[in-house]
């Protein structure tokens, strides 16, 4: 008889233990409507959700491709932005994308004075910039979107 | 072919290798795990060996003939593991109408899931680490090139990191004949619901009547973290990749002590464990806690017995890190080596860590009230006579991570030492979520006549 009770009442504890469990996990739920989604279903809308959300760069995968197809095979590349910032993550997709496609990466922070100096140095065929508007110093700029720009390099 | 099919192939391919690895094991008692855990235990093992052959073989193939190396593989190994003889299972007692109401809510969790999981993006490392790996692999026809490890062409760190996820998802891409980082996060909610089968088989091959194993399981959905955490099962990170092995490994645990190591549940368990390692550096840790548990309960300490459970988990992590330092990789720039003398230098963060570690576990956001019910669980398991071996097991198996993973940030180079924690704790804390949640499963009542029944087993 006290077998039977001690198992009924340890049969309430953990009802009541999930209850609560359960509760407080489905309130946490409405954070799922917060969460950023793909916007479609394409084989790179990882990438794409990650560029629109850290530089609101929309269909970000196709638009950095053509901007490194405008450049010569084992060409190189330079890429202007904030290291150890939300422009980390896209410069390292847009350094994957350059790869892919046999060109060499550069990287300059965005935030030094000599910027321009520096990429210069780096003797590039382009140059993306991940820190806004492009900066005067492009020769032929294409604002790709917000916060994120491509340009041609001209070596003098 | 269209490619939906081709991914389709990959994973049967994928499925059988690991149904074939896991039969050859558990040998003839294949039947006594419930087919839940069957399944996910074949997309461990089967995960595990096209990755390790992908890393083995794409030295010397690449493309069509890594493809077909290793699906022939699969089948061999298919062929083989068909002539284990099996003996059928003992039919279980029948479904209550409590039974299939647990049974429609998983329904409609695994609905859900599949709903909501391809509506998540990749997450940070997801795209920076494991993905950004199989897509260079891919571009490699299969397998990352060996200049990879000591030079890698572009500045992303973590060369030294395993590669189980990056080649298992350049597997689904070398099938498709294209990156695809849509179809690729199939793997989140596959591992999930290897999760929930393996919650399911071993809470009742451990005793657990079913409708309590079930509940056990079904609840695992509302863990937050899994769902809404920024760092969830969906988002393509390696964590619950690994809490899955840890709770396959440490399930097995209690067998072990009664059944020795010559028998299935050690065989399983060494290859299981083995695969810990392979999928991140901390798994090293994990594998070493679980191997030390494992040893202890043999019931004859044979150094013959013992190597029964090391060897796969060792060969895996000498051949990994040993190619590493012949290719010349360099060292992990992110932590300091554990010396006596790095330790003491950085001595005033260990409270503050082990209190972080402490808020960490009841923060409600993430994980209910799951780490409040698993130390219940394991007071319950542990002051019943019956269950106190079993609840000793699982309280290391438990605790002895949570103590480990305070030491990384005790060394960690990132500063301030608190974002790293912010960032990397909840994340090491979810790989042993699903085996506190099987600690809660054990601890749940169990009838009078089911408990003197293991009691007369037990004498």
């Known amino acids: 008889m006290t077998d039977r009770r001690s198992f009924e009442w340890q049969v309430v504890g953990w009802a009541l233990f999930f209850l609560a469990f359960v509760g407080a996990g489905a309130v946490t739920f409405d954070r799922l409507a917060k969460q950023q989604h793909v916007m479609d279903q394409s084989p790179h809308n990882s990438s794409d959700a990650c560029y629109w959300r850290e530089l609101k760069l929309p269909d970000g995968s196709r638009r950095v491709e053509e901007s490194l197809a405008l450049l010569p095979k084992g060409g190189r590349v330079v890429l202007l932005y904030r290291p150890g910032t939300y422009q980390s993550l896209p410069a390292q997709l847009i350094s994957l994308a350059a790869w892919r496609r046999g060109l060499q990466v550069a990287e300059v922070p965005a935030e030094a004075s000599d910027a321009r100096q520096q990429v210069a140095m780096h003797e590039p065929d382009g140059v993306f910039t991940l820190d806004g508007q492009s900066p005067e110093w492009f020769s032929s700029p294409r604002q790709l979107g917000e916060n994120c720009a491509f340009s041609l390099f001209e070596r003098k | 072919m269209s490619a939906t099919l081709l991914l389709v192939a990959a994973l049967a391919v994928i499925f059988m290798a690991g149904a074939a690895i896991f039969r050859s094991l558990a040998g003839h008692r294949t039947e006594e795990t419930l087919i839940a855990e069957r399944l996910g235990l ?10 390790l052959a992908t890393f083995v073989a794409g030295f010397l193939v690449k493309g069509w003939i890594l493809i077909a190396l290793i699906s022939g593989g699969a089948i061999g190994l298919f062929m083989l593991a068909r002539k284990c003889r099996t003996f059928p299972r003992a039919a279980g007692p029948r479904f209550s109408l409590r039974d299939w109401s647990l049974l429609a809510i998983l329904i409609a969790q695994a609905w859900f899931i599949l709903w909501w999981a391809p509506k998540v ?53 070398l099938w498709m004949g294209r990156v695809d980082q849509a179809w690729v996060r199939i793997i989140g909610p596959i591992t999930y619901f290897a999760v929930v089968g393996i919650l399911c088989g071993a809470s009742q091959r451990l005793g657990v009547p079913r409708s309590a194993a079930w509940t056990g399981a079904a609840s695992f959905f509302f863990v937050p973290y899994c769902i809404t955490g920024d760092w969830g099962a969906f988002v393509g990170y390696a964590d619950l990749p690994l809490g899955v092995i840890y709770l396959a490994a440490a399930s097995r645990l209690p067998e072990i002590g009664s059944q020795g190591a ?53 060969l895996i992590a000498a051949m990994f890190k040993g ?37 960490e576990l009841l923060n409600f956001e993430h994980w209910s009230f799951l ?89």
């Not at chain 2, 790996?133 to 397998?143: D, I, L, R, V």
């Not at chain 2, 464990?273 to 191997?291: D, H, N, R, S, T």
């Not at chain 2, 992110?334 to 003398?341: A, D, G, L, M, S």
Request: glycine share 6%; aromatic share 14%; net charge positive.
């Open chain 2, 121 to 173: 993006p990749l997450g940070y490392d997801a795209l920076a680490l494991w993905e950004a790996k199989a897509q260079m692999a891919f571009a490699h026809s299969g397998a990352l090139p060996v200049e990879y490890f000591s030079n890698p062409a572009v500045g992303w760190g973590h060369v030294y990191y395993p590669l189980f996820l990056p080649y298992t998802e350049s597997w689904l891409y």
């Open chain 2, 42 to 51: 074949s997309w461990i093992l089967g995960a595990g060996y096209v990755s």
């Open chain 2, 262 to 314: 010559s028998s299935a549940a050690a065989r399983l368990f060494a290859v299981t464990a083995g695969l810990l390692p392979w999928m991140k550096q901390e798994g090293f840790y994990l594998w070493l806690i679980l191997v030390a548990i494992a040893a202890l309960q043999l019931p004859e300490k044979k150094v013959k017995s013992i190597a029964v459970l090391v060897v796969p988990g060792m």
């Open chain 2, 323 to 359: 190619f590493l330092k012949v290719v010349g990789t360099a060292p992990d720039p992110f932590y300091r080596p554990p010396t006596w003398e790095n330790i003491s230098r950085n001595a005033d963060r260990i409270i503050p860590v082990f209190q972080g570690i402490g808020q």
């Open chain 2, 371 to 459: 780490w409040v019910g698993a130390t219940v669980a394991l007071v319950i398991l542990l002051v019943r006579r019956q269950t106190r071996r079993t609840g000793m097991i699982f309280a290391c198996v438990v605790g002895a991570p949570l103590f480990l993973f305070g030491w990384p940030f005790v060394l960690s180079m990132y500063v301030p030492v608190e974002t790293h924690m912010q960032l990397a704790l909840p994340r090491l804390v979810f790989e042993i979520a699903p085996v506190a949640m099987l600690v809660i499963a054990l601890a749940l009542p169990r009838r009078v006549e089911q408990e003197s029944k293991e009691r007369s087993e037990t004498r």
